[in-house]
């Protein structure tokens, strides 16, 4: 009974302790309760208010602008990368926000940042070589920025600074000198040491060691850091590149193109009124002798003269399409495409020329490539005013009829061809004629009169039409009748199909977009 009462008279509690949960990593506090055993959880912290979202800057109109350059096809530069140019883009508007002059700067004028990032590289050729710093009377000058946290091991520390600490193998022996530090007096054996210790080669050429690390009179008075590799005299100092555009000062109207290796000389680049000139010949030249290796070697130096000057006037867009003219003319899309790519460029400059006429083109080639998805960009950018042009509409009626499979209508537009377009179109008329003479033998059975099928594959004469099928393999299906030659449909359409497959499996030259 007694110990029934002592059970009862305890104080009920409960066998553990309630404990808050832990919602930071903070040291949490806890405050004790007189009166109840139990500890109510701490409410979490809430912000004292939400930060407003920030809104989408409005740009200017320069910067805009400044910014669409940079990313255009023909300010596209091979040598610098995508992610390095954007880098530098955002490294030029942010210091022009944050010094307040970004509606003070000319962008207009302000060179792209793929420009600035080839003359850094330009200023600083040696750039990939590690920065050591000039070495006077054995010590280096090396200030607190320029040390790393990484690579603490392998700097020099100057014994000049009375805050620097002296490593243990750079501890010199009170010879405050370079031949200390490089005649290892020490009594540990070497190779190649002499009699009494030291580095025999040292001990024999002391001073031609020290002219090795010693700075020119002119880097040490600039303070500039001067590597053993890099010493030069003035005899072979390499020149300082310009800054801006070069003007060029020969007056030869016919020049060979070299491929630049290096800076432009300005005495072989022609300036623009010899250019002019150039061009007035090339073009007499080209009418009266007919030799496109001369004249494409001759167009790839003027337009290289251009490039190197800076020049974008509509000259160059005349320059451009008349190299593009003659290399369509020729067959060269290599040429083409790069002529074809630049004046892309040119055009959205707004600085004359036959946009419409060279977008006519670019659509007829991506027939001829089947490049279905840079055909798709073309048609979701074409205007209005575009696509009412009749070269333009021409293109398009072209494109249609392909899509369409109507060989009927694609031929009677390969015969109304507008301007030089006929002869992109050379290019695929065959693959396109195999694929209607596969429709034919299919529709037609069992034989078809060979005229019906020049007529309706566009070809000059029923003599073009049999020897397009004889240099097919299918000399065969031509049967010689009293009222002239048949084509023999019933056999066709299984052997057209193999040709066509073959002719679509050639691979075609993409157009750099």
Not at 13 to 18: K, L, Q, R, V
Not at 195 to 222: H, L, V
Request: aromatic share 8%; charged share 25%.
């Amino acid at each position: 009974m007694s110990m029934t009462y002592a059970r009862n008279s305890m104080p009920s509690t409960a066998a553990f302790t309630a404990v808050a949960a832990r919602r930071n990593f903070g040291t949490q506090h806890q405050t004790a309760s007189t009166h109840s055993s139990s500890i109510s959880p701490v409410p979490s912290a809430t912000p004292s208010a939400n930060p407003p979202d920030k809104g989408k800057r409005d740009w200017p109109p320069p910067v805009r602008s400044y910014v669409q350059r940079s990313f255009a096809d023909g300010n596209i530069l091979p040598d610098v990368d995508r992610h390095e140019m954007e880098t530098k883009l955002k490294q030029v508007i942010s210091q022009s926000v944050e010094a307040g002059t970004l509606a003070t700067i000319d962008w207009d004028n302000l060179p792209l940042p793929q420009v600035m990032i080839q003359d850094e590289r330009r200023r600083a050729p040696n750039s990939h070589f590690p920065s050591i710093p000039p070495i006077q009377n054995g010590h280096s000058n090396l200030t607190n920025e320029t040390k790393s946290n990484k690579r603490k091991s392998a700097e020099f520390e100057s014994s000049d600074d009375p805050g620097s600490r002296s490593l243990p193998w750079r501890q010199s022996d009170g010879r405050d000198n370079f031949e200390s530090r490089v005649s290892y007096p020490d009594k540990r054996p070497r190779n190649g040491a002499g009699p009494d210790g030291g580095f025999s080669k040292s001990n024999q050429a002391p001073e031609a060691r020290k002219k090795r690390f010693q700075a020119t009179p002119s880097a040490a008075s600039s303070g500039a850091s001067t590597r053993p590799w890099r010493i030069t005299t003035s005899q072979d100092a390499e020149p300082t590149e310009p800054k801006g555009p070069i003007v060029g000062r020969c007056v030869d109207l016919e020049k060979k193109y070299f491929r630049l290796t290096s800076a432009p000389n300005p005495d072989t680049v022609r300036p623009l009124h010899v250019l002019e000139k150039t061009l007035d010949h090339l073009k007499k030249k080209w009418r009266r002798e007919k030799k496109y290796p001369y004249i494409c070697d001759q167009f790839k130096s003027l337009r290289q003269d251009l490039t190197v000057q800076r020049i974008k006037t509509s000259f160059t867009v005349d320059a451009y399409e008349i190299h593009a003219r003659i290399a369509l003319e020729e067959g060269d899309l290599s040429e083409y495409n790069q002529c074809q790519t630049q004046l892309r460029a040119l055009y959205a400059q707004n600085l004359g020329g036959h946009p419409f006429e060279f977008l006519a083109y670019r659509i007829l080639y991506f027939l001829h490539t089947s490049n279905r998805t840079d055909m798709n960009d073309v048609l979701a950018d074409l205007t209005p005013t575009e696509k009412r042009h009749p070269a333009v509409k021409h293109a398009l009626d072209t494109r249609s009829a392909l899509a369409l499979g109507n060989y009927h209508r694609f031929f009677q537009l390969y015969l109304d061809t507008p301007n030089m377009g006929a002869y992109l179109m050379d290019m695929f008329v065959g693959r396109e004629r195999l694929s209607a003479l596969s429709a034919v033998c299919r529709a037609y059975k069992p034989d078809v009169r060979l005229r019906f099928v020049t007529e309706e594959l566009g070809f000059d004469s029923d003599e073009d039409c049999a020897r397009f099928i004889c240099e097919h393999g299918a000399p065969h299906l031509l049967d010689e009748r009293d009222d002239g030659v048949h084509l023999m449909t019933g056999k066709g359409p299984g052997f057209f199909d193999s040709a066509l497959k073959a002719a679509s499996a050639r691979p075609g030259v993409k157009a750099p977009v």
